[in-house]
């Protein structure tokens, strides 16, 4: 995660009604390099990971709050609340899922594949 990232937290089920990859390109193009939410609708979830969209599923939302700042540790599977000194454990990402992020989508992830 880039220092000073800007980060989306939302309510449940989040990116239902989207089965377009606008929805989380949108998202991304506005800056937003991470969405926390409780639970991410299927086909959003994996929209957003095939264009390079951080996705965290994270219970415990009410705790953090418009302008609190974030740490994600993928190493420990934590969120740090740096705000509030506060840690929650995360539930860890497949690390193929990371992979692809990391090479920001599905597209340069597979280019790299195959240069390989």
């Known amino acids: ?40 609708a299927r086909i959003f979830f994996r929209n957003a990971i ?22 994600i540790d993928f190493k420990e599977c934590l969120i740090k609340n740096l705000s509030t000194n506060k840690a929650y454990k995360i539930k860890k990402l497949p690390e193929f899922l990371l992979e692809i992020i990391s090479a920001k989508g599905l597209v340069n992830f597979a280019r790299k594949m195959l240069l390989n």
């Open 1 to 40: 995660m880039n220092i000073g990232a800007t980060i989306l937290v939302a309510d449940s089920n989040f990116g239902c009604g989207s089965s377009r990859e606008q929805a989380p390109i949108a998202l991304k193009n506005s800056g937003i390099e991470c969405v926390i939410a409780p639970s991410f």
């Open 50 to 71: 095939n264009i390079g969209l951080l996705i965290i599923e994270f219970d415990q939302i009410n705790e953090i709050h418009t302008g609190d700042e974030i740490d």
